[in-house]
């Protein structure tokens, strides 16, 4: 089974700084990635997803941007935060064969980032 | 048109009881996906039940099962004998657009159930 290891835990950075979030991904070769932020109290919107290495789609235009460098990475960044970037971001992954539906999406802890 | 739509931004429940948490879906998809996680304070989310569109019959696992209405659009999860570990976020979630590699999931706004003892 898949298992989603994500980092920072927990990140406080000023409004302008840079931004790196990593994820990685054990026990699957070839996994469709996501990153979704949650803001407080709400659901999960979906910023990014990837079907492969160098494969990026975004869902909501923004100032965050996304990278696959490996087949089990996948890594969220920005050169300058802003106050809205606040909230709480989580990594997922599926598996990317078997049948349509029933693909569990499995998420990594999250990481949580406030933007002052 | 939201997607998913969980109208109960809050529920309680005695311990033992069983509790209902609503959700509606909306897509025009013949083959979609419905899921619903849990989100406990320590932000994980975690996988509860999963129910097809195709499948005729209501998913369970454990003390989760899922009241699946079709024509209605409803996915309503259902916990029996409530415990105070359930106390947490709910989420409905759906997947669609079965060609397209996507694979995502769309997530209502979530359910905050409060188990009381």
């Known amino acids: 089974s898949q298992t989603i290891h994500q980092w920072p835990a927990t990140l406080v950075q000023?409004?302008?700084?840079?931004?790196?979030?990593?994820?990685?991904?054990?026990?699957t070769s070839n996994p469709n990635l996501y990153w979704y932020r949650q803001?407080?109290?709400?659901?999960?919107?979906?910023?990014?997803y990837s079907v492969g290495i160098g494969q990026i789609s975004s869902e909501v235009p923004q100032n965050l941007s996304a990278s696959r460098p490996q087949d089990r990475q996948f890594i969220l960044s920005s050169k300058k935060l802003l106050l809205s970037d606040s909230g709480f971001y989580l990594c997922a992954g599926t598996e990317p064969a078997g049948m349509f539906g029933a693909n569990v999406l499995t998420f990594g802890a999250g990481s949580r980032l406030t933007v002052l | 048109a939201q997607k998913i739509t969980q109208t109960q931004p809050g529920m309680f429940v005695q311990e033992k009881e069983a509790v209902t948490l609503d959700c509606t879906y909306d897509t025009s998809d013949q083959s979609y996906g419905l899921f619903w996680y849990k989100q406990p304070s320590s932000g994980e989310m975690i996988f509860l039940i999963y129910q097809g569109s195709y499948d005729e019959q209501n998913a369970t696992e454990g003390r989760y099962s899922l009241n699946f209405q079709?024509?209605?659009?409803?996915?309503?999860?259902?916990?029996?004998?409530?415990?105070?570990?359930?106390?947490?976020?709910?989420?409905?979630?759906?997947?669609?657009?079965?060609?397209?590699g996507r694979r995502a999931l769309t997530f209502g706004?979530?359910?905050r159930l409060q188990v009381q003892p």
Request: net charge positive; with cysteine; glycine share 12%.
């Open chain 1, 14 to 27: 000023p409004v302008g700084s840079p931004l790196s979030l990593e994820c990685t991904v054990e026990g």
């Open chain 1, 39 to 48: 803001a407080a109290g709400r659901g999960l919107q979906l910023l990014f």
């Open chain 2, 70 to 100: 079709k024509a209605r659009k409803s996915a309503n999860l259902v916990i029996s004998a409530s415990q105070l570990g359930d106390s947490a976020m709910y989420f409905c979630a759906m997947r669609e657009g079965r060609w397209t």
């Open chain 2, 109 to 111: 706004s979530g359910t």
